[in-house]
């Protein structure tokens, strides 16, 4: 008798897109964006009592919390899920390169290092620069890529899965076309100036 050797097979998202050879550069944000090998990207909100639980949310879920967040759309997660799908199989035939890593290479390059906080001494207002935690700096870049995808879309007979796949292969090429990218960069310019 023969025994048939099962392989594991490899944990891949939508099926399609492998998380092994995915790198982050940033070594601040390492611990921030999560890579865990999955399915399905719905926790189905496991993370939220406890602190910083947001950080093992896989980074594609977060994306795809993102985009649900204006009027019409709160709550829809099946049709964010099919937007982010969409948007990954038009990276790849774009980039040719793994959508997750491209999506990573997006977040590194827009996500803020330095903004202004407000200061009161004696009822005078200042505008004080600083470092901005690593954190805040995914969740600034996650915000920045989908606000992106959907003004780009608002008006536009262009679907919002291209227009979130263009945002995020501008942001990961540090395009200055990208919506992301500019608002990166005049955060950075008024914390600069007000230093």
Same mark, same amino acid.
């Given at each position: 008798?023969?025994? #048939?050797? /099962?392989?594991? &097979?490899?944990?891949?998202?939508?099926?399609?897109? =492998?998380?092994?050879?995915? %790198?982050?550069?940033?070594?601040?944000?390492?611990?921030?964006?999560?890579?865990?090998? #999955?399915?399905?990207?719905?926790?189905?909100?496991?993370? &939220?009592?406890?602190?910083?639980?947001?950080?093992?949310?896989?980074?594609?879920?977060?994306?795809?919390?993102?985009?649900?967040?204006?009027?019409?759309? *709160?709550?829809?997660?099946?049709?964010?899920?099919?937007?982010?799908?969409? $948007?990954?199989?038009?990276?790849?035939?774009? *980039?040719?390169?793994?959508?997750? +890593?491209?999506?990573?290479? @997006?977040? =590194?390059? $827009?996500?803020?290092?330095?903004?202004? *906080?407000?200061?009161?001494?004696?009822?005078?207002?200042?505008?004080?620069?600083?470092?901005?935690?690593? +954190?805040?700096?995914?969740?600034? @870049?996650?915000?920045?890529? *989908?606000?992106?995808?959907?003004?780009?879309?608002?008006?536009?007979?262009?679907?919002?899965?291209?227009?979130?796949?263009?945002?995020?292969?501008?942001?990961?090429?540090?395009?200055?076309?990208?919506? /992301?990218?500019?608002?990166? %960069?005049?955060? &950075?310019?008024?914390?600069?100036?007000?230093?």
């Amino acid at each position: 008798m023969s025994e #048939i050797e /099962a392989v594991p &097979e490899r944990v891949k998202l939508f099926g399609k897109w =492998e998380f092994i050879g995915v %790198e982050i550069r940033d070594p601040s944000l390492k611990k921030y964006i999560s890579l865990k090998p #999955i399915y399905v990207p719905h926790t189905g909100g496991r993370h &939220e009592h406890r602190r910083f639980g947001k950080a093992e949310v896989p980074i594609v879920e977060r994306l795809m919390n993102k985009l649900m967040l204006p009027g019409r759309n *709160t709550g829809k997660k099946h049709l964010a899920y099919n937007i982010v799908s969409k $948007a990954f199989d038009i990276i790849y035939l774009k *980039t040719k390169k793994n959508p997750i +890593q491209v999506l990573v290479r @997006a977040i =590194e390059n $827009a996500a803020p290092r330095e903004e202004t *906080t407000r200061i009161m001494y004696g009822g005078i207002v200042y505008h004080v620069a600083v470092d901005v935690a690593p +954190q805040r700096r995914v969740d600034l @870049a996650l915000k920045f890529i *989908t606000e992106g995808a959907r003004i780009a879309a608002f008006n536009n007979p262009k679907p919002i899965e291209e227009c979130l796949a263009d945002e995020i292969i501008a942001a990961a090429n540090n395009d200055p076309k990208s919506y /992301a990218i500019r608002k990166k %960069e005049e955060i &950075e310019r008024i914390a600069l100036s007000s230093r």
